[in-house]
């Protein structure tokens, strides 16, 4: 271990127990994501300027139904995710074990499917833009983010490659060698920054008023954000692709970058046509 290595404060992942219950950093640091992107959906549809003509689609009553379609899609998403992306063979071998994600083990890409499928369902059943459904809560998205990269450095996972930098880590498991703490480049990059950008589009450019431009932001940014990270991670789970040097997380982000560039020119394309008309865009579209 190198002398600027900085050692792993060996958190308890246990955060406190009510008798035979345990409860776990891990699912606290989900539980305050949910609640607190919840919180924050909730201000954005209670403020009318920010939607077009003035009026928000959503009530804040709706969006209680949201969190819960919401929570389902990560679990179930991020779970089975996991399980098909990244460690299949052993979850075959060892199917007892899916069921157990407090020990870790969720993966954003299947999670970002699973919500995607839960939000158009959702859509169908209230008769509402799933454009602007998916804007809404993907501009909450980062919250969960962040906490949950939190939830990787407690669990001591998504670790990144060997480092002299200053503020590398020695991870438990992991060996003497200092390391990048990649999960906390993750939460930075794909938390803060990224909220903070999609909050700039919304209160200082209107995305809301244009349906898919935020969620189009979102997928893009998230995706160039995690292509990066991606170069100091380990590559735990081999390359997908024998030869090419794109790591399982860089291959899955790139169809992300893709469906948001694309999301982002058809929305600015259609504000544009109907300013050149004149006409008010209906706030029912999808």
């Given at each position: 271990?190198?002398?600027?290595?900085?050692p792993y404060p060996n958190i308890d992942p246990v955060a406190f127990s009510?008798?035979?219950?345990?409860?776990?950093?891990?699912?606290?640091?989900?539980?305050?994501?949910?609640?607190?992107?919840?919180?924050?959906?909730?201000?954005?549809?209670?403020?009318?300027?920010?939607?077009?003509?003035?009026?928000?689609?959503?009530?804040?009553?709706?969006?209680?139904?949201?969190?819960?379609?919401?929570?389902?899609?990560?679990?179930?998403?991020?779970?089975?995710?996991?399980?098909?992306?990244?460690?299949?063979?052993?979850?075959?071998?060892?199917?007892?074990?899916?069921?157990?994600?407090?020990?870790?083990?969720?993966?954003?890409?299947?999670?970002?499917?699973?919500?995607?499928?839960?939000?158009?369902?959702?859509?169908?059943?209230?008769?509402?833009?799933?454009?602007?459904?998916?804007?809404?809560?993907?501009?909450?998205?980062?919250?969960?983010?962040?906490?949950?990269?939190?939830?990787?450095?407690?669990?001591?996972?998504?670790?990144?490659?060997?480092?002299?930098?200053?503020?590398?880590?020695?991870?438990?498991?992991?060996?003497?060698?200092?390391?990048?703490?990649?999960?906390?480049?993750?939460?930075?990059?794909?938390?803060?920054?990224?909220?903070?950008?999609?909050?700039?589009?919304?209160?200082?450019?209107?995305?809301?008023?244009?349906?898919?431009?935020?969620?189009?932001?979102?997928?893009?940014?998230?995706?160039?954000?995690?292509?990066?990270?991606?170069?100091?991670?380990?590559?735990?789970?081999?390359?997908?692709?024998?030869?090419?040097?794109?790591?399982?997380?860089?291959?899955?982000?790139?169809?992300?970058v893709v469906l948001g560039t694309y999301l982002m020119w058809r929305a600015?394309?259609?504000?544009?046509?109907?300013?050149?008309?004149?006409?008010?865009?209906?706030?029912?579209?999808?």
């Amino acid at each position: 271990m190198t002398l600027l290595a900085i050692p792993y404060p060996n958190i308890d992942p246990v955060a406190f127990s009510l008798g035979p219950l345990s409860v776990k950093w891990y699912g606290i640091a989900y539980m305050a994501g949910l609640l607190l992107g919840w919180w924050y959906v909730k201000c954005l549809v209670r403020d009318n300027s920010l939607w077009r003509k003035g009026n928000s689609p959503f009530t804040e009553t709706m969006m209680d139904d949201v969190l819960l379609v919401t929570t389902l899609g990560v679990v179930i998403g991020g779970r089975l995710g996991h399980v098909l992306f990244y460690e299949l063979t052993y979850y075959l071998s060892n199917p007892s074990q899916i069921l157990k994600i407090w020990q870790g083990g969720m993966a954003f890409h299947g999670g970002a499917l699973g919500v995607t499928i839960a939000l158009w369902l959702f859509s169908i059943w209230k008769r509402v833009s799933v454009l602007s459904l998916t804007d809404v809560v993907t501009a909450a998205v980062p919250i969960g983010l962040f906490f949950g990269r939190i939830a990787n450095f407690i669990n001591s996972e998504v670790v990144g490659t060997v480092s002299n930098v200053p503020w590398a880590i020695t991870f438990p498991g992991y060996g003497e060698q200092p390391r990048h703490p990649a999960m906390l480049y993750e939460a930075l990059l794909e938390g803060a920054v990224l909220l903070a950008i999609l909050a700039w589009l919304i209160y200082k450019r209107g995305s809301l008023k244009m349906p898919g431009l935020t969620v189009g932001a979102f997928l893009a940014g998230y995706g160039v954000f995690r292509m990066f990270v991606e170069l100091f991670k380990i590559e735990e789970y081999g390359m997908p692709i024998a030869g090419v040097p794109l790591t399982r997380g860089m291959l899955y982000s790139i169809p992300m970058v893709v469906l948001g560039t694309y999301l982002m020119w058809r929305a600015k394309a259609v504000a544009a046509r109907e300013a050149e008309s004149g006409a008010a865009p209906d706030a029912k579209s999808s």
